[in-house]
């Protein structure tokens, strides 16, 4: 078990291009949760999967924002037409439902950094 | 809509000092998560308090949760400066997350 893994690390691209990334969650995890963070900020939450189903999204996000797992192993976000205010670190996380402390913390992945030009 | 508010927002100490960061939240939880972010790194968790009252230590940091009061402190003894970090606290509902204490330990 390696963790999550998050690809790319770094993505630079220019306004209004499409991007997505990958996250691929600790194997036995049903949960799954994208998060973005800016300089000195906390995680802002995106949106949550239980298995493949997601189960909620913030309401701060737009549109242009879409995330998937289909089989619910791995997930995808995209940003569609990306803005200069999508910079930030897209953090993703897992867990399992379960009932011990342990299966209920959140185990992140190094994130991938995003710098829209 | 849930709010969680930490303060202080920084903190400088010194080596040897104790200190406390708090964590207020706006909505009933029974679950309250500490988490650990050092430069350039992602998120480690450090505790998970799970009901009122609860109390966990591990070396010079103690965590605990008051549900009535919807209130968590992180309680730092005799700080050194391998604890110089930003400390974030969670709350159950998908992990909504305070803005985060960012600690600086000094010698």
């Known amino acids: 078990d390696t963790g999550v893994s998050q690809n790319p690390r770094h993505k630079i691209t220019k306004r209004g291009q499409n991007v997505t990334f990958r996250c691929d969650p600790i194997?036995?995890?049903?949960?799954l949760y994208w998060y973005r963070q800016t300089l000195g900020q906390g995680p802002e939450f995106l949106t949550y999967?239980?298995?493949?189903?997601?189960?909620?999204k913030s309401r701060l996000l737009s549109d242009r924002f879409s995330a998937e797992r289909p089989k619910g192993s791995f997930s995808t976000l995209e940003i569609q037409r990306t803005e200069q205010g999508d910079s930030a670190m897209y953090l993703c996380?897992?867990?399992?439902?379960?009932?011990?402390?342990?299966?209920?913390?959140?185990?992140f992945g190094s994130g991938t950094q995003l710098s829209v030009l | 809509e849930l709010k969680v508010e930490q303060n202080p927002l920084f903190l400088s100490m010194q080596e040897g000092k104790n200190y406390t960061i708090y964590c207020n939240y706006s909505?009933?939880?029974?679950?309250l998560y500490w988490y650990r972010q050092d430069p350039g790194k992602s998120l480690e968790s450090l505790f998970v308090?799970?009901?009122?009252?609860a109390v966990k230590q591990e070396g010079r940091l103690m965590a605990s949760l008051d549900t009535k009061a919807r209130l968590s402190t992180l309680h730092i003894t005799a700080a050194v400066h391998d604890l110089s970090a930003t400390y974030f606290c969670?709350?159950?509902?998908?992990?909504?997350f305070g803005a985060g204490t960012r600690l600086t330990v000094k010698p």
């Open positions: 909505t009933t939880s029974d679950r």
């Open positions: 308090l799970l009901s009122n009252g």
């Open positions: 969670a709350v159950e509902r998908h992990m909504r």
């Open positions: 999967f239980q298995n493949e189903a997601q189960l909620e």
């Open positions: 996380a897992s867990s399992s439902l379960g009932r011990t402390a342990t299966n209920e913390k959140l185990f």
């Open positions: 194997s036995e995890h049903n949960r």
